[in-house]
């Protein structure tokens, strides 16, 4: 089954706008990844969390993993067309696992 | 130049045949991974490949194999028994994994369609 759940599935907003993606599993993650998946290309790796209540800023990308090491999002202030695509969340558990995504899609 | 290759990046088959997808790196990465995705879904993973002559089933192997006889080259063959073996694959690779985990750096991705 799956290891780690991801809300929401799509995500439309307008530029400018907000964005947010959540990450959540049933274990304790020993760390969180993020990735971003431009459409039609490939994952390509944002960041690492791994101490608990992390929080991590790329210019406008802010990430956070939660305090018992279960849960993680990414937020995106002021949303550009460049941050379209799919933002895919992971872990490695005894095997790596990846979250479904939240495809973002945003309006000029 | 550094970095990982895939190849074809588009391949059509007929149903019935196997067919190999080839994975390349050269990153001196020790892990090699496959993994499947479908249109608007996440990634699954089929094999990894932690050290040279070794490699484990992800989630869904039935029907695919592969084989790690050198760090640079992790192929994966689709076989015949796979039911819908139509998506994009994608192989990736990564340094050795610690406690903390390590990234993972993504080929660009073989778009397989069986017809």
């Known amino acids: 089954g799956q290891q780690v759940m991801q809300i929401p599935q799509y995500q439309h907003v307008q530029e400018g706008e907000d964005f947010t993606t959540y990450c959540n599993s049933s274990t304790t993650l020993s760390n969180i990844q993020w990735y971003k998946q431009r459409p039609g290309g490939h994952p390509v790796f944002l960041i690492q969390?791994?101490?608990?209540?992390e929080v991590k800023k790329q210019k406008r990308l802010t990430f956070q993993f939660g305090e018992a090491k279960k849960n993680s999002s990414l937020h995106i202030t002021a949303t550009q067309t460049t941050d379209v695509g799919t933002y895919f969340c992971?872990?490695?558990?005894?095997?790596?696992?990846f979250g479904s995504g939240t495809k973002l899609n945003v309006k000029p | 130049d550094g970095g990982i290759t895939q190849s074809p990046k588009y391949l059509f088959r007929k149903e019935g045949q196997n067919v190999t997808l080839s994975c390349e790196q050269n990153l001196n990465h020790d892990a090699m991974y496959w993994y499947r995705q479908d249109p608007g879904q996440g990634l699954r993973l089929i094999y990894y490949s932690q050290i040279v002559n070794d490699f484990q089933k992800g989630d869904i192997a039935e029907g695919y194999s592969v084989s790690r006889e050198k760090k640079e080259s992790f192929p994966l063959t689709v076989t015949s028994a796979q039911k819908n073996p139509t998506a994009f694959y994608l192989c990736?690779?990564?340094?050795?994994?610690?406690?903390?985990?390590?990234?993972?750096?993504f080929g660009p991705g073989t778009r397989l369609t069986v017809l």
């Open positions: 990736a690779s990564s340094m050795k994994r610690s406690a903390g985990g390590n990234e993972q750096f």
């Open positions: 992971a872990s490695n558990l005894n095997k790596f696992y």
């Open positions: 969390l791994v101490k608990s209540g």
